[in-house]
């Protein structure tokens, strides 16, 4: 076996990347916020999809800052209808598509608003029909589009313009909705969380959902700087803390039932991951009804950790340890 | 333009029965119209269904409220003052009822019920009929029948027609076989009118 | 073919003449069935399409709109809630610009409940950015149907055919279906423009900032001057084949020559003229029928209403606290020419209320009596919960 050549030192490594031709389904110089979670979502999304496929989008912040008329960031086709009809209006598309003979994949992206609340409905309807479309719900835990706030998404405790702390109110006062469970329940051959925080293992589920025949789901855990409150540098290291916390779990289900899961490396307690974040800020204060809110969303995520079996015997490569390539480097297909 | 109300009970099949007469009136290449007055659909509510034959195009889209004829599914809904409503003289009702004519016009009377003097009923007991044929109360066929009997209004053969567009096999043999005991049952041309005219 | 048919039965054989390959829909009363009908010829292989079955009305409209933009023929039907439930993807589907048919089978809108016929939900969504037409039969509403696809595709609007619910879609008459040959020869085969494509990626349904939002409004707006003239052509193109027109914009009939005339919309047309015809109306009558309300063909109005002393102008809906709605807006055409008519509105037929032949000999003798400018024709005051001696207010 003749071994692999190694590159002659007068290749310039990065001129080498930005030829190489990798696909992006949305170009730089949208007007998201700093550190969007979303925008770099719906990139990895895109990137692993490829070119080959037609984005129907829901009205949120990814509508607004990628389609400013008359500039697009977009390279695929793309289509936005409304708030609360994105699943119905894919679902229209690929029925044209199977009528047509045309095997394009179908994609719908939509906020937590978009999925978990009002396009719901239409959601369902599509999952219930078996719609060969790809459904993808950015989580960012708000109504950040309309300037923070709470959706069915909402993590308990977490301040919103609408769920405010206040000196009787420690913030949202109801459960994250348990989207993935009803999802799930739909028998939908695949449904999956993922987070921004590891690209890897997010690309391989798009890849997997998009290899299904039938509706699939993704839940993309997406931090926003501005509707969270913390650093804008920080967007993936908060979001490895919402999965090292057990709080946004990783998982994978197949017709209803978890298939996988990422197991945690190092547990991270709640407190950690509220630390940059104004939206859990009134949960540290040196008050009883603090410290009892706090200690609800330890419960809550302790509760996640047994529920899916989240801790891991030992470190894995696919662990939230081993399958954070940032923090390992950067070895991109890790 | 001879204008028919259907009086009936949701689940007998009235509103086909109107469609049936004038599918078998488009058969002898007349103009004809027929609907419903649904009410919200129930089994066992009173429905009323209006036809309209003419010789020429009907432009009328209102609902019949001076009736030539009255076909009545259900001798019950003589009781149902609306019933009535609009029928002249001149006018004539068919009932579907196992009373003659001149029984049923007693009972009624003597409910308090007087029916206008001079005008024509007839009867034929189209439930009993239906029931030996089909083992269903659905008294269209042998009151359709009957009814274009005594009118001379379209040959039973047009009706006959109709059933087959909307129904085959033995369903059909059987609805036909009623098209034909229907008709037997009453004296033919008792009602005949002038040919239809404008 | 002629044959007799339920008009939904016929409306829906008229939409599969068109081909469509997308239909979706959610059941509504009295829109049921033509969406049966239609599924029917679908599961007897009569026609190859898609039915997509939604979750409800949001989602008919919804699955079109993506159908449509995603390059495939695409219709949907439905009534009362169901367009009220459509209505914000109706204008959204409007201001994409895709072209898109949807048959509404006219029911009231609740409250109070009626799942009877008149024009309150088309009326709901005249603003919607859809082209609409009134059927006044149900011959028309088949040649409407097939008329509305080619309109649709050459304007890129999206056309909504009104039929009265019940009136019409419940009615059995003899009807003749184009031969499938003559509507292939007159609507060719699905092309849209901007239809969504991997291999020529657009963006479609951006955020306008206020620096572009009124011309890309205005060009909509525009749009429907330019649908006039396909509504017309499509009229007579059709005609050319079938033999028979559908009163294009607006039909003038009646009394050319009278001075008082009568503007219908809808399937009251026929009672009026069978009341003209019959010589029920006792003087000499000018009939309108509007077709076309979007556009609204101001022009044709104008020119129909010339010489007329006094013109009625039926409603079948209500703009409560103004009036009718369309004679508001005839009085708007009319407004400003040299001679207009008085103009005086009659509600009448709400909520499935029958329309007799004699009403509109009443209402012509209730000209004399100098009406107000807006009254509920047939109302019955012995049924509202005042004093008869009460004074109603009617205008």
């Known amino acids: 076996m003749t071994p692999i050549p190694s590159l002659p030192s007068s290749v310039d490594m990065t001129a080498l990347r930005k030829v190489q031709p990798r696909f ?14 979303q925008a770099l979502a719906a990139r990895l999304v895109l990137e692993a999809a490829g070119p080959d496929v037609i984005v129907a989008n829901a009205t949120g912040c990814l509508e607004i800052f990628t389609t400013p008329w008359p500039q697009s960031a977009w390279t695929v086709p793309w289509i936005h209808s409304l708030f609360e009809n994105v699943a119905a209006v894919a679902a229209g598309i690929e029925v044209a598509l199977r009528a047509q003979g045309r095997t394009t994949r179908v994609l719908a992206f939509a906020g937590d608003g978009g999925t978990f609340d009002i396009g719901f409905q ?50 949202k006062r109801h459960f994250k909705k348990d989207l993935l469970a009803i999802i799930s329940a739909h028998g939908i051959p695949y449904a999956a969380t993922a987070s921004v925080a590891y690209p890897s293992d997010l690309r391989a589920k798009v890849r997997r959902a998009l290899d299904v025949s039938g509706p699939s789901f993704l839940l993309l855990h997406s931090p926003c700087p501005l509707g969270w409150g913390h650093d804008s540098a920080l967007t993936i290291s908060v979001d490895r803390l919402a999965v090292e916390t057990g709080l946004f779990p990783i998982l994978e289900m197949e017709r209803g039932q978890v298939v996988s899961s990422m197991k945690i490396r190092n547990p991270r307690p709640v407190r950690e991951y509220a630390l940059p974040q104004f939206r859990f800020r009134h949960l540290l204060m040196d008050t009883p009804e ?10 809550l995520a302790d509760a996640n950790i047994e529920r899916y079996g989240l801790l891991s015997e030992a470190p894995g490569p696919r662990d939230s340890g081993g399958a954070d390539t940032i923090r390992r480097g950067g070895s991109r297909w890790g | 333009m001879v204008e028919i109300r259907i009086h009936g009970r949701g689940g007998q099949g009235n509103v086909l029965a109107a469609y049936l007469l004038a599918t078998a009136a488009f058969f002898e290449e007349k103009f004809s119209q027929a609907f419903p007055s649904f009410g919200a659909e129930r089994r066992g509510a009173p429905i009323t269904a209006f036809v309209r034959i003419d010789s020429t195009p ?11 004829y009255l076909i009545l599914a259900d001798d019950g809904l003589l009781r149902v003052p609306e019933t009535l409503s609009g029928l002249s003289s001149e006018g004539a009702i068919l009932v579907n009822s196992p009373h003659a004519p001149e029984d049923l016009r007693k009972r009624l009377e003597e409910e308090g019920i007087p029916l206008v003097p001079g005008l024509r009923i007839a009867t034929i007991p189209a439930t009993r009929l239906a ?28 009706l006959g027609r109709a059933f087959a567009g909307r129904f085959s096999g033995d369903l059909l043999a059987k609805n036909l076989a009623l098209v034909s005991s229907g008709a037997s049952l009453v004296t033919e041309n008792l009602w005949k009118e002038q040919p239809i005219h404008a | 073919m002629r044959d007799a048919l339920e008009g939904s039965q016929a409306i829906a054989r008229a939409v599969a003449l068109c081909r469509p390959q997308v239909v979706a ?46 390059g495939s023929r695409s219709y949907t039907a439905s009534a009362s809630q169901g367009i009220l439930l459509m209505s914000e993807v109706l204008y959204n589907i409007s201001g994409l610009r895709v072209p898109v048919v949807l048959t509404c089978a006219n029911r009231a809108v609740s409250s109070p409940v009626s799942i009877w016929n008149d024009h309150q939900d088309s009326m709901a969504v005249r603003d919607s950015g859809w082209i609409q037409l009134y059927c006044a039969d149900n011959q028309e509403a088949v040649d409407t149907t097939i008329q509305a696809f080619r309109i649709s595709e050459r304007t890129e609007l999206p056309v909504m055919v009104c039929v009265d619910g019940f009136t019409l879609t419940h009615t059995l008459e003899p009807i003749d279906l184009p031969e499938a040959g003559l509507v292939d020869a007159f609507l060719p085969p699905f092309h849209f423009s901007r239809s969504l494509s991997a291999a020529r990626p657009l963006t479609q349904g951006t955020l306008v900032s206020p620096e572009f939002f009124t011309e890309i409004r205005s060009l909509q707006h525009g749009a429907f001057a330019l649908a006039e003239q396909e509504i017309l052509a499509a009229d007579h193109d059709f005609a050319n084949l079938v033999g028979r027109e559908s009163g294009g914009l607006l039909r003038v009939e009646g009394d050319r020559e009278a001075t008082v005339g009568i503007l219908a919309m809808g399937s009251v047309y026929g009672t009026l003229k069978d009341a003209h015809r019959s010589g029920l109306l006792g003087r000499p009558v000018r009939i309108l029928c509007l077709r076309a309300f979007r556009p609204f063909p101001a022009g044709a109005i104008r020119e129909a ?91």
């Not at chain 1, 790809?134 to 301040?159: K, L």
């Not at chain 2, 009907?58 to 030539?68: E, F, G, M, W």
């Not at chain 3, 508001?328 to 008519?341: N, Q």
Request: hydrophobic share 40%.
């Open chain 2, 58 to 68: 009907i432009l009328r889209r209102s609902q019949v409220t001076s009736p030539r």
């Open chain 2, 131 to 158: 029931m030996e044929a089909l083992g269903r109360p659905i008294p269209n066929a042998p009151l359709l029948s009957a009814f274009l009997s005594l009118t001379g209004l379209l040959s039973t053969e047009s």
């Open chain 1, 290 to 299: 603090a410290r009892e809110e706090l200690e609800h969303l330890q419960a």
């Open chain 3, 25 to 70: 829909a959610y059941p509504i009363t009295p829109q049921t069935h033509i969406v049966e009908a239609l599924a029917r010829l679908i599961a007897d292989g009569l026609l190859e399409a898609e039915l997509v079955s939604v979750e409800s009305e949001f989602s008919a409209a919804s699955v079109v709109l993506g159908a449509a933009s995603a």
């Open chain 1, 24 to 37: 992006s389904g949305i170009e730089s110089g949208h007007g998201a916020c700093q550190g969007c979670g």
């Open chain 1, 122 to 171: 239409a959601l369902s309807g599509m999952l219930e029909r078996n719609h060969d479309v790809f459904f993808v719900c950015f989580d960012n835990e708000a109504y950040m589009n309309t300037g923070i706030q709470r959706s069915g998404s909402t993590p308990h405790g977490a301040w919103t313009n609408t769920s405010p702390a206040g000196r009787v109110r420690q913030g």
């Open chain 3, 305 to 395: 209403s010339e010489g007329l002393s006094d013109l009625i102008v039926l409603d079948r809906s209500l703009s409560p606290g103004s009036g009718g709605i369309v004679a508001h807006e005839i009085r708007s055409a009319l407004y400003g020419t040299g001679k207009p008519p008085r103009v005086v509105n009659f509600v009448v037929g709400l909520g499935g209320r029958n329309v007799p032949g004699g009403i509109f000999r009443e209402m012509l003798e209730a000209l004399e009596k100098n009406p107000p400018a807006f009254s509920f024709f047939d109302l019955d005051p012995g049924k509202l919960p005042l004093p008869k001696d009460s004074v109603l207010p009617t205008s």
